[in-house]
């Protein structure tokens, strides 16, 4: 919605808080955004450590994913609206000690359970944070950046599952799982702080952003279907990546820390390029990166078990992958019908229950035709999301190019 008076719409240009204050509690989001995703996938880089050490299957370690997810699903949207009287300033910094606290429970857990039972007061942080993270992060900016300033939020969350994942693989390596836990809990402590200490205090109607731009319900639904079956799709795989490496392509264990760094490395340089367009075509960006992300997914089912190609369909998923998260995070922000905040907390859920959905399937498919097969059934997943898309935008294209009638006169 534009500004009814020239007044008003310089009002609206003008940046509501100091920037550099604004651009400080920004990069604390984005580090509490990469701790609460790499923390939630974490087991997926180290199945082959946690499994033999609590004397349980891979498929029951990737469940600790698919649990997680589910606290996310259920715990969003009434978390965001019990806290939605209190300073966000100080909510976001509480997710945020959430994730150290449980995150140091899993580092010390003894048993499968008690290791389940630290995950779940962890999912309680990240089902508050990402209801309102967007929102609270959109409205320290100026309307004419918001676009960049989401994207560069979501920079952490890409960069969970493809850097966070494979550090954390890595610290797990050469120590133990319980250091790679311990280490996001010490870098979710430091975000916690700065985020109390920089971040302004603005409402959402202060900012500005307290409802969708371009409100549109049947948009929305379309964007929650799209995004439960590319992330049910994407995180099939990804959850049973290190798997697939070992057992597929034949990798070593011990270059497994090495190509998930490698593939994060690309989820960077394309993370940072996807912020550029968001402003001028977020629905086409999610368009490539769904393309990109079957052709994938097919690749590797089909080429995996060549080591080089499988590299190859490696970075390409990291590409592609990196590319979804802010496009559909903006996206949200865009079409909410409602209140924005509602409207990320219900695209929080639903990404979760992807995310979770993903698990769970993988580990079927993995119980019961080998981990080769996990790309397949995930390019089913996200080429459903991708002829989702196509239909939606085509459709949409069609209507507006439509004559419209005109009035007959008498």
Request: proline content about 5%.
């Amino acid at each position: 919605m534009t500004a009814s008076t020239p007044a008003a719409a310089a009002g609206l240009a003008a940046p509501p808080v100091d920037q550099r204050r604004a651009v400080i509690a920004l990069v604390a989001l984005a580090v509490s955004a990469f701790t609460f995703v790499a923390t939630e996938n974490l087991p997926g880089g180290l199945l082959t450590l946690i499994a033999p050490d609590l004397g349980r299957s891979t498929s029951e370690i990737g469940l600790l994913v698919t649990a997680y997810a589910a606290v996310v699903v259920v715990a969003s949207l009434p978390l965001a609206q019990v806290t939605r009287r209190f300073s966000r300033r100080y909510v976001l910094a509480a997710t945020t000690a959430v994730c150290a606290a449980g995150s140091l429970w899993s580092a010390f857990a003894i048993g499968y359970a008690d290791l389940m039972a630290a995950r779940m007061v962890t999912a309680l942080g990240q089902a508050l944070f990402w209801a309102i993270v967007m929102p609270a992060a959109a409205a320290l900016f100026a309307p004419a950046v918001r676009g960049k300033m989401i994207a560069r939020v979501t920079v952490g969350s890409s960069l969970g599952p493809v850097l966070g994942v494979p550090l954390g693989t890595w610290v797990g390596q050469q120590t133990n799982w319980r250091a790679a836990f311990l280490l996001f809990a010490v870098v979710s402590v430091a975000a916690c702080i700065t985020m109390a200490v920089a971040m302004p205090d603005v409402t959402l109607e202060q900012g500005g952003t307290a409802r969708g731009t371009h409100p549109s319900m049947g948009r929305f639904l379309v964007l929650l279907l799209v995004t439960v079956l590319a992330v049910t799709g994407s995180f099939m795989m990804i959850t049973f990546v290190t798997q697939f490496l070992v057992e597929t392509a034949g990798f070593p264990a011990r270059y497994l820390s090495v190509l998930l760094l490698g593939q994060g490395t690309v989820g960077v340089l394309t993370t940072v390029l996807i912020g550029q367009v968001l402003d001028k075509r977020p629905w086409q960006a999610v368009l490539v990166a769904l393309t990109l992300l079957t052709g994938t997914l097919v690749w590797l089912w089909g080429l995996g078990h060549v080591p080089a190609l499988a590299l190859v369909g490696l970075a390409m998923f990291g590409v592609a992958l990196s590319a979804i998260p802010p496009a559909l995070s903006f996206l949200s922000m865009q079409v909410a019908p409602g209140s924005t905040e509602s409207a990320s907390a219900i695209s929080s859920s639903v990404f979760n229950l992807g995310i979770g959905g993903g698990a769970a399937l993988g580990a079927l498919v993995v119980a019961r035709a080998g981990v080769s097969t996990v790309p397949l059934f995930g390019a089913v997943f996200v080429l459903a999301a991708l002829a989702v898309l196509t239909i939606h935008l085509w459709t949409t294209a069609r209507r507006a190019a439509a004559p419209r009638p005109t009035a007959l006169r008498p």
